[in-house]
């Protein structure tokens, strides 16, 4: 990409900021006792991000001496946080990936400084397939000429599951699949009247759409090989954040970790009261989802070894990415 064109889409990017609403901080000083405020961007989509609401209502950013300014971004809306850390205006987004690798592979193609990093990953095995319930599934043949829904099309469930039907010797235009945008609180509805025959989403939307009798899981992480234990979730800070603010990055990781063993230890009963506090949704479909979300915090080489396996190497066969473009180039492996 020319420079120019990398100026432009900074240009761009800097109005999807403005309309995130946020306010540029810099790096902060922490004084003895006082607690590190920090301006966190966060994904409200599924359980799999259920960490920072954990983290929150069980104190680990306190202990840790963070006191973080929250901004909610809604699913589908998901690149705007990612855009809004670029531009300075948040210190840190929790929420899927994908676009880092995007912004970072301008970057690179424009010859100008990389602007993101990823310094902790997690939520391997996030997607699922929901189909409505009076349609056969025998395998991915029966998808031919259906309307998918997610939740943009860049989104992190597309790209496993494109790596997943490439698995099986096929592609999203082979099956003719029309790909529809929709959010994900909105999936369950638009599959009950029709708007779409399926969607790719993590839970508890397709609980959802299970109790509802309209949708029924036809393929889960697990049924997906590689695909489905790809992690996809991510801390993503700017590279110049992260050389100015080590310490608090630090302890922004270890609360995260902190958050994913709780994930495991915590009663059900606990988990489902805070996801309904910041996720919403019926008690009992959370409950039944909490066996089959993973949201845990992973190695981050090893996690990256995956995600270059299933995501990177999709968006490089497609051209979203350079071919050059390396694993130091998105994610902080220092």
């Known amino acids: 990409m020319a420079v120019n064109s990398y100026r432009r889409l900074v240009l761009k990017l800097g109005l999807a900021a403005a309309v995130a609403g946020a306010t540029l901080t810099g790096s902060y000083a922490q004084s003895a006792g006082e607690p590190t405020e920090l301006k966190i961007g966060w994904l409200r989509s599924s359980l799999s991000l259920i960490l920072h609401p954990i983290a929150v209502e069980e104190g680990l950013y306190e202990k840790h001496g963070i006191k973080p300014i929250v901004t909610e971004v809604r699913s589908g809306d998901g690149s705007v946080g990612t855009q809004t850390v670029m531009m300075g205006n948040l210190d840190v987004y929790i929420g899927v ?97 029709g708007q779409i025959d399926g969607f790719l989403h993590s839970q508890p939307t397709p609980s959802i759409a299970e109790a509802s009798g309209a949708g029924k899981l036809v393929l889960a992480p697990k049924d997906m090989g590689t695909a489905g234990k790809s992690p996809n979730v991510g801390l ?82 497609r051209g979203e990415v350079t071919e050059s473009f390396e694993q130091a180039d998105m994610f902080a492996l220092n």
Request: glycine share 8%.
């Open 236 to 317: 993503i800070v700017s590279r110049e954040w992260l050389a100015k603010n080590q310490d608090v990055a630090e302890r922004l990781v270890a609360v995260h970790r902190e958050a994913s063993e709780l994930y495991k230890t915590l009663p059900d009963e606990r988990i489902v009261e805070i996801a309904m506090k910041y996720l919403g949704g019926e008690p009992e479909l959370i409950a039944a989802s909490i066996p089959a979300v993973d949201p845990s915090i992973v190695d981050l080489k090893e996690g990256a070894d995956t995600y270059w396996a299933v995501e990177m190497s999709a968006m490089k066969e």
């Open 97 to 193: 990936v994908s676009d880092v690798a995007k912004l970072n592979s301008h970057a690179k193609d424009g010859g100008q400084p990389l602007p993101l990093t990823i310094m902790a990953l997690g939520s391997p095995g996030a997607t699922n397939l929901v189909l409505r319930k009076d349609l056969p599934y025998d395998g991915v043949e029966s998808l031919k000429g259906l309307k998918l829904g997610v939740s943009s099309l860049g989104s992190a469930h597309l790209v496993t599951f494109r790596h997943f039907l490439s698995e099986q010797g096929t592609t999203v235009e082979q099956l003719g699949v029309e790909l529809v945008k929709v959010g994900g609180s909105d999936m369950p509805p638009a599959l009950v009247t």
